[in-house]
């Protein structure tokens, strides 16, 4: 059973927003820290976004600033990233991930298979 399922991914033009979602698989999350990732083809995986348990600290990798924004409804269980003025070299497999610390892949105990995302020119 995969402990988190993300969706929203897609195909969209240059200059068009995605919102990802993502919500565990039988288990509650509220009390972790969230992150983004993604791996582009031939790439490492890299953070791309976290955000605290509470929703009150978030942070971004630089390469995202002013063009994503995480957030979280503890309520309904699940984390978002919102994906604005897409670019070709965001296309890549974005990966959702729980319980670590913000920006450190290794950290984090539970991942996603990953959703794709893909930006024409």
């Known amino acids: 059973q995969v402990p988190v399922v993300e969706s929203g991914g897609g195909l969209v033009q240059t200059g068009g927003f995605l919102r990802l979602s993502c919500a565990p698989s039988?288990?509650?999350?509220?009390?972790?820290?969230m992150g983004w990732f993604r791996q582009a083809p031939g790439k490492e995986r890299e953070f791309v976004a976290a955000i605290s348990w509470s929703g009150g600290s978030s942070y971004y990798a630089d390469s995202v600033k002013g063009q994503f924004t995480i957030s979280r409804d503890n309520a309904k269980n699940t984390v978002y990233l919102q994906m604005n003025s897409l670019k070709p070299e965001d296309t890549a497999v974005y990966y959702c991930?729980?319980?670590?610390?913000?920006?450190?892949?290794?950290?984090?105990?539970?991942w996603g298979q990953g959703t794709q995302v893909t930006v024409s020119s």
């Open positions: 991930a729980a319980d670590g610390n913000p920006a450190a892949i290794a950290s984090y105990d539970y």
């Open positions: 039988g288990r509650t999350f509220s009390s972790y820290v």
